[in-house]
């Protein structure tokens, strides 16, 4: 059984910052790709970021290119999401997930595993 525990998240004022942190149990992590994604009140689930097993692809969703970067450290099995200049309409509960491969997927099926998530709210 994979557990992830994201953590992080918090109240920001618009234009600021924020870091993401997605902790997964287990010993094949670097086996696996693993994605952000978001979901705010009454919208559908949205792709944020993503990256290979490796660390060395990733893609991101249109709405966060140039601002948010993903990463990770295979050595303490986390994935980061570093968000900055952030605004009002990223506000939503970040979930990160586990890819069936070491692949980078953008699509939430190709996901196997999800964490709790965590809020992130930015205020105006």
């Known amino acids: 059984q994979v557990q992830l525990v994201e953590s992080g998240g918090g109240l920001v004022q618009a234009g600021g910052s924020l870091r993401l942190s997605c902790t997964a149990s287990?010993?094949?992590?670097?086996?696996?790709?693993m994605g952000w994604f978001r979901q705010a009140p009454g919208r559908e689930r949205e792709f944020v970021a993503a990256?290979?097993?490796?660390?060395?692809?990733?893609s991101y969703g249109d709405s966060v290119k140039g601002r948010f970067t993903i990463s990770r450290d295979n050595a303490k099995n986390t994935v980061y999401l570093q968000m900055n200049s952030l605004k009002p309409e990223d506000t939503a509960v970040y979930s990160c997930?586990?890819?069936?491969?070491?692949?980078?997927?953008?699509?939430?099926?190709?996901?196997?595993?999800w964490g709790q998530g965590t809020q992130v709210t930015v205020s105006s």
């Open positions: 990256i290979s097993g490796s660390g060395g692809s990733t």
């Open positions: 997930a586990r890819g069936r491969s070491q692949l980078v997927f953008t699509t939430s099926s190709f996901f196997d595993y």
């Open positions: 287990g010993r094949t992590f670097s086996s696996s790709g």
